[in-house]
């Protein structure tokens, strides 16, 4: 039986909004101090898209960095994943979008929302469609979302953590060793309502009442969201290292969510990566959702951090619940 491709990450990209927002603007409308944000959360400011920019926009604009990084025209893609819990519309598909603005007509596209873990998810997914057709596939996988439209500035719980932005991945053969080692994806359905988004879906349409009462706004927990990942997320990253054979000692670089660095901070001696280089942006970027993982892989790249054969561990957890972790065997150049 042939040996199936290897598949891996030819190219990143990524794209923040140009309008920079201060922790002092957030907290006027919050009713917290900038100090109380920056001490809570370890955020210093983070971008909000224009009012002329959807999800979409974000989207493409990093794609299109991704595809110029990987020497990839997009006319060769075959598949566009978009992992974002805040589309441009409910239907169709922001991949669709996407794929018109990039001009990708040969490629399927579809959207999955895993909320801040989707970009794992959606990174997995891709990855096994590339590697059925064989070693002429190539893939692009994007997280984007634009938060500051589905935030209520008055609550401090959630507006002071939130930002948007887009990163993207392109997949496609690698050389052998290289590329994805391996998942482990996880959903805990009976968490559902602790980070959700109430009203305008099936189960409350849009109404004057919905309206009113604020249900259109992203809500959580998050006390209790972070509570949960700090217990779960290194029982999750245990289960993919055991299920490969991987000491933690060889991992070289952790890309985790960028959720709220002084949470991550709580996370990471339970871990146990000891060589590993942490890579955090939130302090700049603050929580892009499903996009974070995508733009801290991104940032780092373009810094020169990853070095041939080097092993990056991906992680993101959200809304769902779910919990999403990847190992990524880096290739450099082609």
Not at 60 to 81: D, E, F, H, P, S
Not at 204 to 231: C, I, N, W
Request: charged share 20%; glycine share 10%; hydrophobic share 45%.
């Amino acid at each position: 039986m042939e040996a199936q491709t290897a598949i891996g990450i030819l190219g990143t990209g990524s794209y923040l909004p140009a309008e920079t927002v201060s922790n002092q603007v957030v907290a006027e409308r919050a009713g917290v101090t900038a100090e109380w944000i920056q001490t809570k959360t370890d955020i210093r400011s983070r971008r909000y898209a224009a009012e002329h920019e959807a999800t979409s926009d974000l989207a493409a604009a990093a794609a299109r960095a991704a595809l110029a990084a990987a020497g990839i025209a997009a006319g060769q893609l075959k598949w566009i994943v978009v992992a974002t819990s805040t589309p441009d519309h409910p239907q169709p598909a922001t991949a669709c979008l996407v794929q018109a603005q990039i001009g990708a007509h040969a490629a399927a596209a579809f959207d999955i929302n895993s909320v801040c873990s989707g970009f794992v998810f959606a990174l997995v997914t891709a990855a096994r469609l590339v590697a059925a057709d064989g070693a002429d596939s190539y893939g692009l996988v994007i997280g984007a979302d634009v938060y500051s439209r589905i935030i209520d500035p008055t609550d401090r719980r959630t507006a002071i953590l939130f930002g948007d932005g887009a990163g993207a991945v392109v997949l496609g053969p690698v050389r052998p060793g290289h590329g994805l080692v391996g998942a482990h994806l996880r959903s805990d359905g009976e968490l559902h309502d602790m980070v959700h988004v109430p009203a305008g879906g099936s189960r409350e349409p849009a109404s004057e009442k919905t309206v009113a009462d604020r249900r259109h706004y992203f809500q959580m927990k998050g006390r209790a969201v972070s509570d949960y990942v700090l217990s779960e997320l290194p029982k999750v990253v245990r289960t993919l290292l055991d299920a490969h054979d991987v000491a933690p000692a060889e991992v070289d670089h952790f890309i985790p969510h960028q959720a709220n660095g002084v949470m991550l901070r709580k996370v990471l001696p339970g871990l146990g990566l000891p060589r590993a280089q942490v890579h955090l942006m939130v302090a700049e970027h603050g929580n892009t959702g499903a996009a974070s993982v995508a733009v801290a892989l991104d940032v780092a790249n373009r810094q020169g951090a990853f070095r041939d054969g080097e092993l990056l561990l991906l992680a993101g957890f959200g809304g769902g619940i779910s919990f999403g972790a990847a190992l990524v065997r880096w290739q450099a150049g082609r």
